[in-house]
């Protein structure tokens, strides 16, 4: 079992930047794949970034060049920072730990506003 807690949301101005973090606890951090998700009311979730349990790296080219997926398993945490912000980056983001492409747990999410 694995229990995930985002914090960093907040309304910034545009062209800011924000990094959002997400620690877990439970079962072996370091086993899961781990990724940033959000969500905008009334579309449906988009994968942000995706980092493996080797730290390998990828993004959907919509996400790629403003935002970085990073994780510190001393930490327990893997971090998006997100930079260049727009208004279209509105939306509450999640993170999710699985493995081989399955998602097994999900975080509550975190509120980002970008809005001048």
């Known amino acids: 079992q694995v229990q995930l807690v985002e914090s960093g949301g907040g309304l910034v101005q545009p062209g800011e930047s924000l990094r959002l973090s997400c620690a877990a606890s439970g079962s072996i951090f370091s086993d899961y794949d781990l990724a940033w998700h959000r969500r905008v009311p009334g579309r449906q979730r988009e994968l942000v970034a995706r980092?493996?349990?080797?730290?390998?790296?990828n993004y959907p080219d919509s996400m790629k060049g403003r935002f970085t997926i990073s994780r510190d398993n001393a930490r327990n945490t893997v971090y998006l920072q997100m930079n260049s912000l727009k208004p279209d980056d509105t939306a509450v983001y999640y993170c999710?730990?699985?493995?081989?492409?399955?998602?097994?747990?999900w975080g509550q999410g975190t509120q980002v506003t970008v809005s001048s």
């Open positions: 980092i493996t349990s080797s730290g390998n790296t």
């Open positions: 999710s730990a699985g493995r081989k492409g399955l998602i097994y747990y």
